[in-house]
Every structure is written in C-alpha cells, then in structure tokens.
Antibody, heavy 121, light 107 residues
Framework: EVQLLESGGGLVQPGGSLRLSCAAS????????MTWVRQAPGKGLEWVST???????YYADSVKGRFIISRDNSKNTLYLQMNSLRAEDTAVYYC???????????????WGQGTMVAVSS | EIVLTQSPATLSLSPGERATLSCRAS??????LAWYQQKPGQAPRLLIY???NRATGIPARFSGSGSGTDFTLTISSLEPEDFAVYYC?????????FGQGTRLEIK
C-alpha cells in the first residue's frame, strides 16, 4: 500500500525550530518529487516547498530563508526543517507525492494524514 | 504568481442534483490544472488532473473540463459523500498555487 506518514509536529514558541518528517512506503520514493503543503486552521491549502528527485528545491516566498526541505532516499523519508517560526506558520502540514514523473509541480496523488504545528508563546 | 479564483464560495445542492464548480486563472495554465476534494479532518484527495483526467479510483460522475484560464469541475449526480470542499491547483509554473476552495453543502 502506498502510504505517507508525517511526524514531528507540536507546540513551539515564536522564533523556535521544528523538524517534520514524512516516511514513505509502497512506491519508489527516489523517483518522485515530494512536496509540503500546509493548511492554517479553517483556511485553504498553501504550497510550502517541493524537492524533486534530482534534489532541486523550491520554496514559497513566505518560508524562503527559514525552511529547508530535504530527502533521504536511503530511508524513504522527506524532511522539513522549520526555523524562525512565526505565529502565521501555525497549520497542519501535509506531505504529498507527485503523481507524475518527473513533474515536481504536481498533481499530488498521495497525501499523508498531516501533522499539526502550533507556534505560540 | 498565478492566482486561481474559485466560484461560488459555497454551493448548496441536494443529493441527485448536478454540481458545477468553477476555477479561473489569472493567466493561462494550459491544461495543467487539478481538482482535489477535502472532507473535514482528512487530507485532500486528487480527483482530476490536467483538466480532464480522472485520477485512479475516482467515480465517473466526476468530470473536468476547460483550458487556458477557465475550468469546470462537474459532479453529474451528487451522492451524500460528495459534500465537501473542493480546491483547484495549477502546476504550469512556480509557485504552485491553489484556489481558495468551494464548499459544497447539503441544501
């Protein structure tokens, strides 16, 4: 079964850091671009960052310079290092798999269940 | 950045009725548009990609059309499980953008 499982969310103070992980199974992880999408409480979907199979990375302007996306193909795991967190980063963070190879921009056919990040003092 | 505008914001219909949801792009996205369904407490689910291709396992009552800047998601006959929020997403260039969503509610 194709599956994504996020972990690492929690409550953090403004200015703090957090590292999210997304464990993949059931497909050839190294072949696909992987993406983080977030959803603030009661709001819509917002693209955060993508890493394509070759390692190139892309970021939304709202997180550029603060967040770092990476992947470990030997562990079938995607990461999101989040630094200098702000209240507006509070959201459920989903990892998602691109449906098409080598497309990095989606569409996204497999999503994790999400992990909640709350930034508050 | 390509802005996607979905209309209406909320659509109230009854089971068995036909639903028509719209997504308009601020510039051409060719056919590189996808539709997702999201139910409360769940992750989004891919319905349609590249404007008109149904994703694996998606029922035939869901169809997509359009190209350029104007797109439509049609649900031919609403089932109780179809009441949810629907998002469009463009993949022609960075940054990836989503529409603000259309809430499909039971009348």
């Amino acid at each position: 079964e194709v599956q994504l499982l996020e972990s690492g969310g929690g409550l953090v103070q403004p200015g703090g850091s957090l590292r999210l992980s997304c464990a993949a199974s059931g497909f050839t992880f190294s072949s696909y671009a992987m993406t983080w999408v977030r959803q603030a409480p009661g709001k819509g979907l917002e693209w955060v960052s993508t890493i394509i199979s070759g390692g190139s990375t892309y970021y939304a302007d709202s997180v550029k310079g603060r967040f770092i996306i990476s992947r470990d193909n030997s562990k079938n795991t995607l990461y999101l290092q989040m630094n200098s967190l702000r209240a507006e980063d509070t959201a459920v963070y989903y990892c998602a798999k691109s449906a098409l190879v080598p497309a990095g921009t989606g569409p996204f056919d497999i999503w994790g269940q999400g992990t909640m990040v709350a930034v508050s003092s | 950045e390509i802005v996607l505008t979905q209309s209406p914001a909320t659509l109230s219909l009854s089971p068995g009725e036909r639903a028509t949801l719209s997504c308009r792009a601020s510039q051409s996205v060719s056919s590189y548009l996808a539709w997702y369904q999201q139910k409360p407490g769940q992750a989004p689910r891919l319905l349609i990609y590249d404007a008109s291709n149904r994703a694996t396992g998606i029922p035939a009552r869901f169809s997509g059309s359009g190209s350029g800047t104007d797109f439509t998601l049609t649900i031919s006959s609403l089932e109780p499980e179809d009441f949810a929020v629907y998002y469009c997403q463009q993949r022609i260039n960075w940054p990836i953008t989503f529409g603000q969503g259309t809430r499909l509610e039971i009348k």
